[in-house]
């Protein structure tokens, strides 16, 4: 799965990288949780990319109540197109979330060791998303996201058995506008030398923690003891 993430870019770094005519002005951010507003690309209407802010944990549009039932944060790209709550968003509105890189935790024993995984040169990664928009009784509107995962590749398979579907630049003009079957296509790893790891403190564990020390490699076996 994908429940945490970094996003540490600039606006100017982001407005380059996605190609966006303007960017809000976002704080770098190193210990993102579900149920929060997180910086989502989109397509305009006119075909353009463009950046809002989405709360992360899916909300069919069809949903009945926004705070009942499941809000998921991960969609599983084996079954994302048999799956109702996922199934025409994954046709109609696909979208890439930036990420410093993300966490995933790895059993060891009776405690589980967090990782940090980023790309080796330090770009921001574009992780597949899908997106929807409730509408209230009232006329209001709630937009929210969720991020696709996969099998784990080989980097990320010793931590976790599952990651964050990763797409290489190339591939997000197709992710995003593209016809449904080249979309499925891009459901797979990426390969294990698009992604370094390496352990960070358990300090990471607590949703209320920030700062950029918490990407931060530590030695594995000390990593329990680090508190902050």
């Given at each position: 799965?994908?429940g945490r993430f970094a996003l540490t870019a600039s606006p100017e770094e982001l407005t380059r990288v996605f190609g966006?005519a303007e960017c809000p002005d976002l704080a770098p951010r190193t210990n993102i949780a579900p149920a929060t507003a997180?910086?989502?690309?989109?397509?305009?209407?006119?075909?353009?990319?463009?950046?809002?802010?989405?709360?992360?944990?899916?909300?069919?549009?069809?949903?009945?109540?926004?705070?009942?039932?499941?809000?998921?944060?991960?969609?599983?790209?084996?079954?994302?197109?048999?799956?109702?709550?996922?199934?025409?968003?994954?046709?109609?509105?696909?979208?890439?979330?930036?990420?410093?890189?993300?966490?995933?935790?790895?059993?060891?024993?009776?405690?589980?060791?967090?990782?940090?995984?980023?790309?080796?040169?330090?770009?921001?990664?574009?992780?597949?998303?899908?997106?929807?928009?409730?509408?209230?009784?009232?006329?209001?509107?709630?937009?929210?996201?969720?991020?696709?995962?996969?099998?784990?590749?080989?980097?990320?398979?010793?931590?976790?058995?599952?990651?964050?579907?990763?797409?290489?630049?190339?591939?997000?003009?197709?992710?995003?506008?593209?016809?449904?079957?080249?979309?499925?296509?891009?459901?797979?790893?990426?390969?294990?030398?698009?992604?370094?790891?390496?352990?960070?403190?358990?300090?990471?564990?607590?949703?209320?923690?920030?700062?950029?020390?918490?990407?931060?490699?530590?030695?594995?076996?000390?990593?329990?003891?680090?508190?902050?």
């Amino acid at each position: 799965m994908c429940g945490r993430f970094a996003l540490t870019a600039s606006p100017e770094e982001l407005t380059r990288v996605f190609g966006l005519a303007e960017c809000p002005d976002l704080a770098p951010r190193t210990n993102i949780a579900p149920a929060t507003a997180i910086a989502v690309v989109r397509r305009s209407p006119g075909g353009d990319p463009v950046l809002h802010l989405l709360r992360w944990g899916l909300v069919p549009h069809w949903s009945q109540d926004p705070n009942r039932g499941a809000r998921p944060i991960n969609a599983r790209s084996e079954t994302v197109l048999a799956k109702p709550a996922f199934r025409e968003a994954f046709q109609k509105r696909r979208c890439l979330i930036p990420a410093a890189g993300f966490y995933e935790w790895q059993a060891q024993g009776r405690t589980k060791q967090p990782f940090f995984f980023s790309d080796p040169q330090g770009q921001v990664l574009a992780l597949a998303g899908l997106w929807e928009t409730w509408r209230a009784p009232d006329g209001g509107l709630l937009r929210t996201c969720c991020i696709l995962t996969t099998a784990a590749n080989a980097r990320v398979a010793p931590v976790h058995e599952r990651m964050p579907l990763i797409l290489a630049p190339r591939s997000w003009a197709t992710w995003l506008a593209g016809p449904v079957a080249a979309a499925q296509a891009l459901l797979v790893p990426a390969p294990p030398e698009a992604l370094r790891c390496w352990p960070v403190s358990h300090r990471v564990n607590r949703v209320t923690e920030a700062g950029a020390d918490l990407m931060a490699p530590v030695a594995a076996g000390l990593a329990a003891n680090l508190t902050g």
